[in-house]
């Protein structure tokens, strides 16, 4: 069975940094691509970031390019999410999710980012 | 922003069919698989249909998706009290180079 468990969302300071964190099982890690999506209380969905299976292509939306950045390690299990310069408008929820061709297949509970002073 | 939009809200009576349009571009929804999912309250969203109009082995066959052009549609027959979600479209974008979600429709069950 497919899990995703997210970890690292916690209360920081604008400009601050944090790194989350996604373990998988249940499936073959380092042939699937995973997504970041968040999600702001009482909002929609926006996709943020995408890592191939190798870690060698990513993607970042364009709100987010040039503060966060993806990455992976695949002996681990895990996929990472790498954020810096932290603003209020990056307060969300995220989460982690496996990537299948065209679709994000499963999804894990996500884990709150709050941006405050 | 959302660059697929969609109907804030849709209702219907218990049994009954509800549709929710999707509307995009040539760059996503044009070019691309729609997929859709289920966000019910206080949960992580989940698949409901792929590749436009498939099933995963666990979704109930009341929910059905298609496509044409540039718009794509999801629909709920036999609306049950459980139905009451946020429902989301999403697609690749080309342009974006990125994944983009619809604004979200919220299903109300009368």
């Known amino acids: 069975e497919v899990a995703l468990l997210e970890s690292g969302g916690t209360l920081v300071q604008p400009g601050g940094s944090l790194r989350l964190s996604c373990v998988a099982s249940g499936f073959t890690f380092s042939t699937n691509a995973m997504s970041w999506v968040r999600q702001t209380p009482g909002k929609g969905l926006e996709w943020v970031s995408a890592?191939?299976?190798?870690?060698?292509?990513?993607y970042l939306a364009n709100s987010v390019k040039g503060r966060f950045t993806i990455s992976r390690d695949n002996s681990k299990n895990t996929v990472y999410l790498h954020m810096n310069s932290l603003s209020v408008e990056d307060t969300a929820m995220y989460y982690c999710?496996?990537?299948?061709?065209?679709?994000?297949?499963?999804w894990g509970q996500g884990t709150l980012v709050t941006v405050s002073s | 922003q959302s660059v697929l939009t969609q109907p804030p809200s849709v209702s219907a009576a218990t049994g009954q069919k509800v549709t929710i349009s999707c509307s995009g571009t040539t760059f996503n929804i044009g070019t691309n698989y729609v997929s859709w999912y289920q966000q019910l309250p206080g949960t992580a969203p989940k698949l409901l249909i792929y590749d436009n109009d498939k099933r995963p082995s666990a979704i109930p066959d009341r929910f059905s998706g298609s496509k044409s052009g540039t718009s794509a549609t999801l629909g709920i027959t036999g609306l049950q009290a459980g139905d009451e979600a946020d429902y989301y479209c999403?697609?690749?974008?080309?342009?974006?180079?990125?994944?983009?979600f619809g604004t979200g429709t919220t299903v109300t069950v009368l």
């Open positions: 999403g697609t690749w974008d080309f342009s974006l180079s990125g994944y983009v």
């Open positions: 890592i191939s299976g190798s870690g060698v292509v990513t």
């Open positions: 999710a496996k990537n299948e061709t065209t679709w994000l297949h499963f």
